[in-house]
């Protein structure tokens, strides 16, 4: 087994291990879609089947060799995917969430599970160890080359970075500044075959003053630095209005990028073909919304089978759910991609709800992406990630306790609201409905302290929370929500009445149109609803999550903690 520990400085090195639930991935040789002419690849074996728990929520195999789209009802935005031999691992945009570019892996293109990730912080350490909301991680791009696998994304604040491994699943490298600059984003490499290393990119205009513009650098040969000032391929400011997230590939001799154009909800994927891969290049729409409800399907990955199929993975935004992940067929007319379906013929397709899974050759079972949590290993499930890079004293998860201890942090200094707040464990929505439950033991330092909180929180740019908080004569459960919270909207909080002891079950149900409803129980069997209904709304580029905190508003050497024994998703 290979695990992955937060590894940021030697003061911190003890932080719990995130843990892992494969072996090392290892993987044969890539194809040209996916590593643009990969030269010298050596061989690698296949990696292990994915196996684990079948959400309750959300399964997108039929079970009858066809899927459902999403593929993957979660918020994994921008993903691109490559194909190593009979595996596929994809990454997505991850923001300011940590850890970062969470690495999914599948052998058959529907069934997926989160099998690692390449950032145990962002970078800068400093400036990110506070919530930097819509920031850091922007469109990644991973990528198999002579060996090892790469993702190179853009910060819009910092520039152009790029990490790498010989094992996705394994201990990634630190990440790598490529090009530094204002704006630089959605950044995409290509090695032809001659041996030349290119970096198509584009820009944030809310940083570089510019977009709807595509540019390519010359990178030296190992892919860590551009060799000259780029070269703009492409000016969408006529036809395609904020064109963004290319992707670069090479097939039949022609030089593709593939990029989304027209805004996130409302946009098209457009695609760019050239004999040079300076241009000029010719454009296409190759599929938009057409007469289906997935609106403004977006920026992805086009990846084949070892059978020889084509297929592409794209995202739909659906405001609170985030940014879903969609499948769709792919073939290749005229040295034209074609996505999707094409009733009329024209080249242009649209987006299919329902299909014929992708022949890979075998069969695999149904798996989807991690959900709860028993907490019963030496470190928390992968799906799990931080507001903001942690520190060691936040968390421990004990697989001889069975439980995970969440210390009580100080609040910032500042302090609004949780819009603010580092400490926030959380993960993303994993259905249109749900219900996530957890059980937890609340111990606050009475001693010496008041108000410290622990609970469970649905968290967007509005958000709510159920809690336990430390008064003088004992616990309490409060109801807690805000509107507005990146404005800076103080809270509103409403006590529930005293709990008779400190154990305690929290739940919230979400339904169809992100509606959510808090309860909790204190025998794990009658729910007593609280509040009125709350709805979630997306946070800065992502969706809305649910997740745990514990906190507390004064300075101490000894804080109080909860223990929480699990946390479950069900339907």
Same mark, same amino acid.
């Given at each position: 087994?290979? !695990?992955?520990?937060?590894?940021?400085? !030697?003061?911190?090195?003890?932080?719990?291990?995130?843990?892992?639930?494969?072996?090392?991935?290892?993987?044969?040789?890539?194809?040209?879609?996916?590593?643009?002419?990969?030269?010298?690849?050596?061989?690698?074996?296949?990696?292990?089947?994915?196996?684990?728990?079948?959400?309750?929520?959300?399964?997108?195999?039929?079970?009858?060799?066809?899927?459902?789209?999403?593929?993957?009802?979660?918020?994994?935005? +921008?993903?691109?995917?490559?194909?190593?031999?009979?595996?596929?691992?994809?990454?997505?945009?991850?923001?300011?969430?940590?850890?970062?570019?969470?690495?999914?892996?599948?052998?058959?293109?529907?069934?997926?599970?989160?099998?690692?990730?390449?950032?145990?912080?962002?970078?800068?350490?400093?400036?990110?160890?506070?919530?930097?909301?819509?920031?850091?991680?922007?469109?990644?791009?991973?990528?198999?080359? @002579?060996?090892?696998?790469?993702?190179?994304?853009? +910060?819009?604040?910092?520039?152009?970075?790029?990490?790498?491994?010989?094992?996705?699943?394994?201990?990634?490298?630190?990440?790598?500044?490529?090009?530094?600059?204002?704006?630089?984003?959605?950044?995409?490499?290509?090695?032809?075959?001659?041996?030349?290393?290119?970096?198509?990119?584009?820009?944030?205009?809310?940083?570089?003053?510019?977009?709807?513009?595509?540019?390519?650098?010359?990178?030296?040969?190992?892919?860590?630095?551009?060799?000259?000032?780029?070269?703009?391929?492409?000016?969408?400011?006529?036809?395609?209005?904020?064109?963004?997230?290319?992707?670069?590939?090479?097939?039949?001799?022609?030089?593709?990028?593939?990029?989304?154009?027209?805004?996130? #909800?409302?946009?098209?994927?457009?695609?760019?073909?050239?004999?040079?891969?300076?241009?000029?290049?010719?454009?296409?729409?190759?599929?938009?919304?057409?007469?289906?409800?997935?609106?403004?399907?977006?920026?992805?990955?086009?990846?084949?089978?070892?059978?020889?199929?084509?297929?592409?993975?794209?995202?739909? +935004?659906?405001?609170?759910?985030?940014?879903?992940?969609?499948?769709?067929?792919?073939?290749?007319?005229?040295?034209?991609?074609?996505?999707?379906?094409?009733?009329?013929?024209?080249?242009?397709?649209?987006?299919?709800?329902?299909?014929?899974?992708?022949?890979?050759?075998?069969?695999?079972?149904?798996?989807?992406?991690?959900?709860?949590?028993?907490?019963?290993?030496?470190?928390?499930?992968?799906?799990?990630?931080?507001?903001?890079?942690?520190?060691?004293?936040?968390?421990?998860?004990?697989?001889?306790?069975?439980?995970?201890?969440?210390?009580?942090?100080?609040?910032?200094?500042?302090?609004? @609201?949780?819009?603010?707040?580092?400490?926030?464990?959380?993960?993303?929505?994993?259905?249109?409905?749900?219900?996530?439950?957890?059980?937890?033991?609340? &111990?606050?330092?009475?001693?010496?302290?008041?108000?410290?909180?622990?609970?469970?929180?649905?968290?967007?740019?509005?958000?709510?929370?159920?809690?336990?908080?430390?008064?003088?004569?004992?616990?309490?459960?409060?109801?807690?929500?805000?509107?507005?919270?990146?404005?800076?909207?103080?809270?509103?909080?409403?006590?529930?009445?005293?709990?008779?002891?400190?154990?305690?079950?929290?739940?919230?149900?979400?339904?169809?149109?992100?509606? !959510?409803?808090?309860?909790?129980?204190?025998?794990? @069997?009658?729910?007593?609803?609280?509040? #009125?209904?709350?709805?979630?709304?997306?946070?800065?580029?992502?969706?809305?999550?649910?997740?745990?905190?514990? &906190?507390?508003?004064?300075?101490?050497?000894?804080?109080?903690?909860?223990?929480?024994?699990?946390?479950?998703?069900?339907?």
């Amino acid at each position: 087994m290979t !695990c992955n520990r937060f590894t940021f400085s !030697c003061a911190v090195v003890s932080l719990f291990l995130f843990s892992c639930s494969g072996s090392n991935q290892t993987s044969s040789s890539a194809t040209v879609a996916n590593t643009s002419t990969n030269t010298g690849t050596t061989e690698r074996t296949s990696a292990p089947v994915p196996t684990g728990e079948v959400s309750k929520a959300w399964v997108a195999d039929n079970g009858d060799g066809t899927y459902k789209n999403p593929i993957i009802y979660s918020d994994y935005s +921008d993903p691109d995917v490559c194909r190593v031999g009979d595996d596929y691992y994809m990454t997505s945009s991850s923001f300011n969430a940590i850890p970062g570019l969470q690495i999914l892996h599948s052998k058959d293109l529907v069934n997926w599970k989160i099998i690692g990730y390449a950032l145990d912080e962002n970078t800068p350490s400093e400036h990110f160890s506070k919530p930097q909301h819509g920031n850091g991680v922007w469109a990644p791009a991973i990528r198999h080359h @002579n060996g090892e696998f790469y993702i190179y994304w853009g +910060d819009p604040d910092y520039g152009v970075y790029m990490v790498k491994t010989k094992d996705p699943a394994g201990q990634w490298e630190k990440p790598v500044l490529v090009m530094e600059g204002k704006g630089l984003i959605d950044s995409c490499p290509l090695w032809d075959e001659d041996g030349k290393a290119y970096l198509v990119h584009a820009y944030a205009g809310s940083r570089a003053g510019i977009k709807s513009v595509l540019a390519v650098n010359r990178m030296n040969p190992e892919g860590t630095k551009v060799l000259d000032a780029g070269v703009m391929v492409f000016d969408g400011h006529d036809n395609h209005p904020t064109v963004e997230g290319p992707k670069f590939y090479k097939h039949n001799g022609y030089y593709y990028i593939f990029a989304p154009a027209g805004g996130v #909800s409302t946009g098209w994927q457009l695609v760019l073909r050239s004999k040079n891969v300076y241009g000029p290049y010719e454009e296409k729409i190759v599929m938009d919304q057409g007469n289906t409800t997935i609106n403004g399907p977006h920026q992805g990955a086009w990846v084949d089978t070892p059978t020889g199929e084509d297929w592409f993975i794209h995202f739909q +935004d659906i405001e609170a759910y985030g940014r879903v992940v969609h499948l769709q067929p792919m073939e290749w007319k005229n040295d034209w991609p074609v996505i999707g379906e094409d009733k009329d013929g024209d080249g242009k397709g649209q987006p299919v709800m329902s299909y014929k899974k992708p022949n890979v050759g075998k069969s695999y079972p149904k798996v989807t992406p991690q959900e709860s949590d028993e907490f019963d290993g030496n470190g928390l499930g992968l799906q799990w990630q931080w507001h903001a890079n942690p520190k060691a004293t936040w968390a421990f998860a004990t697989g001889s306790t069975g439980k995970l201890r969440l210390f009580t942090e100080q609040l910032p200094a500042d302090f609004k @609201n949780y819009w603010d707040v580092p400490n926030l464990l959380l993960q993303k929505f994993p259905a249109e409905d749900f219900t996530a439950t957890t059980k937890l033991t609340f &111990t606050p330092n009475t001693e010496k302290l008041q108000n410290e909180r622990t609970g469970l929180i649905v968290m967007g740019e509005d958000y709510a929370y159920l809690s336990l908080v430390s008064k003088k004569d004992g616990i309490y459960l409060a109801y807690t929500s805000v509107d507005d919270a990146h404005k800076g909207t103080p809270e509103k909080e409403q006590l529930l009445g005293k709990l008779n002891g400190k154990e305690v079950y929290l739940r919230v149900n979400i339904d169809k149109g992100a509606q !959510c409803r808090f309860s909790y129980s204190e025998d794990g @069997n009658q729910f007593k609803e609280v509040g #009125s209904t709350f709805t979630a709304v997306p946070g800065r580029w992502i969706g809305a999550k649910v997740g745990l905190f514990a &906190t507390r508003p004064d300075k101490t050497n000894d804080a109080g903690y909860a223990d929480y024994d699990w946390f479950r998703i069900t339907k």
